[in-house]
C-alpha cells in the first residue's frame, strides 16, 4: 500500500487551500474549490441542525475584556488569548469563545419554562494564540471555524438534550464515511479541584448522568480523568480513519458554572427563576481541522455529494468543444459542479489530469458522441472504470440520486 499523502500535498495537487508566509502561519484560505467544499460542509450543518430544532444565530468577532473576565476564560486560558486591543479609549479582545456571547443572546429577554430548552447554533471563527512551531496545515491554526452550538435547558432535559447531540454526532460521521468510533469521557481531576469551576458534589452528580447516558445509547466510552473542561464534564468523540490514525472531531460538553456566572434563569412552573443547565456541542469540532483530518482520510477522492468538481466534460478534440459546450451547459443548469477541460491536450493527458484532482466522473465526447441524435457521453469514473455510452437525462439521474444520499 502507498504511504497515504498529507492534506496538505493533496490541497496542493487539488487547488483547495493556500498558506502564505505574508499573510501568517496557521492563517489558511481556502480556494474556489476548497471554499465549495466548505460552504457545504456548512450547509450540510446548518440543514442538519435545524431539523433538530436550533435555531442559527449571529456572534461579532470582538468583545469587551469583562466578558472574558467573567466567563472565567481570561484567567485560565489567558495566554490562549490575543492580547488586549485599544482603539479611540476602548478595549476589545479577539473572540476565543464563543459561549459567553450565546449566554447574552439566551439572558436578552425573560424565558418561560415553556421555551425550554433553546437551541442556538452558529458556525462562526474564534481566533486563539499559539506557538509558531505548533502550526501546521489545517490542523493546527490560529482562525478557528466552530459549527459551534449551544443548549439551554433544564435539569429534566439533559438527558434528551444529550442523547440528541449524540445522535447528531453519530449521524455526521456516517454521513462522512467514518465508521469506527468511541467517546472518550473526559472527566475532572479531584486532585487538582483548583483547575476547576463548581463544587464536587455537582460535579460527580454530572459526570454518573453522563455515564448513564452513554450506557443507554450503547455508546462505546472510555473515561480519562483530569481532561474535563474548566467548567464542566465532556464526551470527546474519537475516530478512527481510514488509515488507521486516532483523531478527535466532536464534543459534548456539560456546563453547570457560566450560567451561575453571569446569572441568567429562566422561568419555571411556580413563576420563580431557576439556573437552566448549558451544553456546548461542536460536532465538527473546528471546520479547518476537520477538513485536514478529512481530506487524508479519503485522500482527496470526495464522495460525490462534497466534491468540489462532481464531473468534468472532455472533448476528444477540439472539433468536439461545440458539443461538449452542451452536454457542459445541460449539468451546470441542473445544479451539477462541472467543468469543461477544453485544455490543447491529448485526451490521455486530459483524463490524466482530472484524475489526479479525483473528479468523480469524467464525460468524454468523440465522433460517436456528437453524431448521435440523442444527447450522450461516454462515461469514465476516476477510478479508471469504463461505464460505457451513456443518454445525459440517465446519467443526471443517477448523479442527483447518489448526491441525495450521500455517496
Known sequence: MDKPKSHQQIGQEQDLFVLSDLVGSGLPMFTPKGATVRRIIEEYMFDLLSKYGYDHVWIPHLARKELYEISGHLEKFGEDIFPEMKTKGRSYILKAMNCPHHIQIFGRKP????????????TTTVYR????????GLTRVLSITQDDA???????????????????NKQVLKDFGFHENWIRLSLWDKGQKEKYLGDEKVWEEMQNLMREILTETKTRFKEAAGEAAFYGPKMDLMVIDSH???WQVSTIQLDFN???????????????????????????????RFLGVYIEHVQGAFPLWLSPVQAAVIPVSDKFIEAAKKVFEVLKNEGIRVELNDKNDTLSAKIRDCTLQKIPYMCIIGG?????????????TREGKDLGQLDVPNFLKD?????DKKI
Open 368 to 380: 460517436k458522441e456528437a453524431e448521435n441524435e440523442r444527447l450522450v457521453v461516454s462515461v469514465r
Open 150 to 168: 449551544h443548549v439551554f435547558c433544564t435539569k429534566e432535559q439533559l438527558k434528551d438534550e444529550f442523547k440528541k447531540a449524540i445522535e447528531i
Open 258 to 288: 457560566l450560567p451561575e456566572r453571569f446569572n441568567i434563569s429562566y422561568i419555571d412552573e411556580k413563576g420563580e427563576k431557576e439556573r437552566p443547565y448549558m451544553i456546548h456541542r461542536a460536532t465538527l469540532g473546528s471546520v479547518e
Open 244 to 246: 488507521c490514525r486516532e
Open 129 to 136: 494564540s499559539e506557538q509558531s512551531g505548533e502550526l501546521g
Open 111 to 122: 424565558i418561560s419554562y415553556k421555551e425550554m430548552p433553546q437551541r442556538y447554533a452558529e
Open 399 to 403: 448523479l442527483k440520486e447518489q448526491i
